[in-house]
């Protein structure tokens, strides 16, 4: 088990859009091989994350393509490019 973080800022004006938009993303998430939990979370300035629960970094790794359909569909509403950090490590704790 692996742990994929993408970091972004939206724009406060299309938060209400970008919420929208994110809840269209639900199907190309469940397409994903090897996504077996995803959360997407934002305050109100716009900062936010999603957070995958990956069965490996190869399979993350494959799905990157689908991934990165999803963040051109929001890019408008972003302040800049989503930063993603792996963590290769991850325990399950409850």
Not at 45 to 70: H, P, R, Y
């Amino acid at each position: 088990m692996m742990i994929r973080m993408i970091k972004f800022k939206g724009k406060k004006e299309s938060l209400p859009r970008f919420a929208e938009l994110s809840e269209g993303t639900k199907a190309a998430s469940a397409s994903m091989d090897g996504l077996q939990a995803a959360y997407s979370v934002v305050n109100e300035n716009g900062e936010g994350c999603v957070i995958g629960v990956w069965e490996s970094l190869e399979k993350a790794e494959a799905a990157q393509a689908t991934s990165d359909a999803i963040w051109a569909n929001l890019a408008e509403h972003l302040e800049g490019p989503p930063e993603k950090t792996d963590y290769v490590h991850a325990v399950q704790l409850r």
